[in-house]
C-alpha cells in the first residue's frame, strides 16, 4: 500500500510542495514527499555564440526527453540554466503532465557570487528576480536554490553572507508575490567546512535561513554497504537538523557502470530516510565528464547500458514512508548555533544590505561626474579594470563605499549598486578630490548637470523588494566591467 501511495502522489497528484519540520509535503494531499529525480541541463547543442542551452524552451526536445523521464520513474528534474526571457509553458506542461516537478538554480556564471572576489548587488538580485518571475506561474516548480558549490573549501568561506543575502532577499521577493516556494542551497561535501555551512544557512533570523539544506555527494563510489560509503557521517551530522535536506547531486562515476540500487535502497531506506528527503542523480545526458544516463545525437536519445536501466530499477523498487503531515509532529524545530571559530570559518553573522534600486539611482543623480556611454560600452572593454583601479589609487575611497568583507561584515554604503553606477560614483570622487579639474573628467567620463543634496543621504534609502529595478535577461552577459570591480574592489577592502 505504501508503494501504491507513493506511486500516486508522485507522478499523479501534484501540488505546491511544503515544509513541516525537516520534511516536505504536497500541499494539497498532505503526503510527504520525496525527490526522486536526475539534472538535466544538455550541453551539447549549446549554438555556437550562445552561453547555454535552455532545455526547457526547445518544445521538440523536451518532449523526447519527457518520455525518457517516465521511463525512468522520475518525479522531479534540476535545472541550472534558463533564460527567463523565453517561453516555458510547453515544456512545464509536459512536465507537469508527467508528474514531474522543476527545481531550479536562480544563479548563473554571469550572475552569481563570485567565492574569490565575493559581492552581492542589483544585478544578480535582479536576474534571480527575472528567473522567479519566470517560473513563479507553474504548479510543478518545486524549489529554487540560491547558491551552488560558492564556498567549496576553507579558504573561501567569506563567499557565504553574501549568498545567504541573495536568498534572504528572493524569499522575501517570492513572499510579496503571494507564494511561499521553498529556497535552499546545494553545498558541496567538502568535510573541512560541511558542518559549518550547514549550520550557518539554518542560523540567524528566520527571514535570513534557508529553507532547506542540500548537497551535492559523490562518496557512493558503488561501495559494497551504507556502512562504507561515507554516508553514515552525514546523517549522524543532519541527524537534529530543523529544515529538510536532500541530495542535490549524486552519482559517482569513478567505478563504472553505476549500479545504483543499493544507493538508493540506502537513501530511500530506514537507514536515511527520516533525515534525508531523496536525491537528485547527476545527470540526464553523457556529456565530457561522463555522468550520463543517456547519450544524444542527431536529435535521437539512446539509453547507456546499463546505468540507464540501474537507475530505473532502483527508483523503481524504493518504497519510502507515506506520512501525513497533520500526523507529524517534528522533533526538532530550533535554528542552529553560528559557526564561530575563527580559525576555520571566516564568514561574518552580519550580511550584506538588499541592493536598493532607489539608494543607487539617487546616488547616481548626485554625482557631478559620471561613465560616458558614448565614450565607454562596460560590457565590452578590456581596459575598466586599469581605469578602476587607477580611481580607486588617485581620490576615490573605495573601502569605505563601494568595498565589501564577508569576514568583518562590512559592507560599503553603495556596494550593492551595479558596475557602471560604482564606477561612476568612483569618477566622480576623484573628479572632486582634482578640485572639479575638467582633465579629471573626460574621454570615458563626462560631466552632468548633478541634484541637490548630499550623496550621503542617499545611503539609507531603501527598495521596496517587490520591485527594485528591472529585471536582468540571462541573454544579456553580465560586463567585464562588474567582474574587474568586485577584483579591484576586493583588493582594497582587504588592504585596509
Not at 536501466?309 to 500526523?327: C, F, I, Q, R, W
Not at 565614450?375 to 588617485?394: H, I, P, Q, R
Request: glycine share 6%; hydrophobic share 35%; net charge neutral.
Amino acid at each position: 500500500m505504501r508503494s501504491f501511495i507513493f506511486l500516486l502522489a508522485s507522478t499523479y497528484a501534484l501540488s505546491p510542495l511544503v515544509i513541516k519540520g525537516n520534511k516536505f509535503f504536497q500541499k494539497d494531499t498532505g503526503k510527504q514527499f520525496f525527490f526522486k529525480g536526475v539534472c538535466y541541463q544538455p550541453r551539447g547543442n549549446v549554438k555556437s555564440g550562445a552561453a547555454f542551452n535552455d532545455p526547457l524552451k526547445d518544445s521538440a526536445s523536451c518532449k523526447r526527453d519527457v518520455a525518457m523521464f517516465k521511463d525512468l520513474g522520475i518525479n522531479t528534474i534540476r535545472v541550472y540554466e534558463v533564460d527567463p526571457s523565453a517561453n516555458h509553458d510547453d515544456c512545464m506542461k509536459m512536465l507537469e503532465d508527467a508528474g514531474i516537478y522543476l527545481a531550479l538554480d536562480l544563479p548563473s556564471p554571469n550572475f552569481s557570487i563570485n567565492r574569490k572576489t565575493p559581492s552581492y548587488d542589483l544585478e544578480i538580485l535582479n536576474h534571480y528576480k527575472a528567473k522567479v518571475d519566470a517560473f513563479i506561474k507553474y504548479k510543478n516548480i518545486a524549489v529554487f536554490f540560491a547558491g551552488n558549490e560558492i564556498n567549496n573549501d576553507k579558504t573561501n568561506t567569506d563567499a557565504n553572507p553574501f549568498v545567504k543575502a541573495g536568498l534572504r532577499d528572493i524569499k522575501a521577493y517570492i513572499k510579496a508575490k503571494g507564494s511561499a516556494i521553498p529556497v535552499g542551497y546545494a553545498n558541496n561535501d567538502d568535510t573541512s567546512t560541511r558542518q559549518n555551512i550547514m549550520n550557518y544557512f539554518n542560523c540567524g533570523d528566520e527571514n535570513e535561513r534557508a529553507d532547506f539544506y542540500s548537497i551535492n555527494v559523490y562518496a557512493w563510489c558503488n561501495a559494497a554497504s551504507f556502512q562504507k560509503s561515507g554516508y553514515p557521517e552525514l546523517t549522524k551530522e543532519l541527524k537534529d537538523y530543523s529544515i529538510p535536506a536532500f541530495f542535490s547531486e549524486f552519482g559517482c562515476n569513478t567505478k563504472g557502470p553505476r549500479e545504483f540500487v543499493k544507493e538508493v535502497d540506502a537513501m530511500f531506506g530506514s537507514e536515511m530516510n527520516e533525515i534525508f528527503s531523496g536525491g537528485l542523480m547527476y545527470e540526464y545526458t553523457e556529456e565530457d565528464n561522463k555522468y550520463g544516463l543517456v547519450e544524444i545525437s542527431g536529435g535521437k536519445v539512446k539509453p547507456k547500458d546499463p546505468e540507464f536501466e540501474n537507475l530505473k530499477k532502483a527508483y523503481g523498487a524504493v518504497s519510502p514512508p507515506s506520512t501525513d503531515m497533520k500526523a507529524f509532529s517534528p522533533s526538532n524545530t530550533d535554528a542552529s548555533k553560528c559557526p564561530s571559530d575563527s580559525s576555520t570559518w571566516m564568514a561574518s553573522s552580519k550580511l550584506p544590505p538588499t541592493p536598493s534600486a532607489n539608494a543607487c539611482s539617487c546616488m547616481t543623480k548626485k554625482l557631478e561626474c559620471v561613465v560616458n556611454p558614448r565614450a565607454l560600452d562596460v560590457s565590452k572593454s578590456s581596459d575598466v579594470g586599469e581605469l578602476f583601479s587607477y580611481l580607486c589609487a588617485n581620490g576615490a575611497d573605495c573601502a569605505k563605499y563601494i568595498s565589501v568583507n564577508g569576514t568583518t561584515g562590512d559592507y560599503g554604503a553603495f556596494s550593492g549598486c551595479s558596475a557602471e553606477q560604482k564606477l561612476s560614483w568612483a569618477f566622480n570622487a576623484a573628479y572632486l578630490k582634482s578640485g572639479k579639474n575638467a582633465d579629471a573628467c573626460k574621454e570615458n567620463a563626462m560631466v552632468q548637470k548633478a541634484e541637490s543634496g548630499n550623496i550621503n543621504d542617499c545611503a539609507s534609502i531603501k527598495t521596496d523588494i517587490a520591485s527594485g529595478g528591472k529585471a536582468s535577461s540571462a541573454s544579456h552577459p553580465r560586463s567585464a566591467l562588474h567582474l574587474t570591480v568586485l577584483l579591484v574592489v576586493s583588493a582594497f577592502s582587504l588592504s585596509t
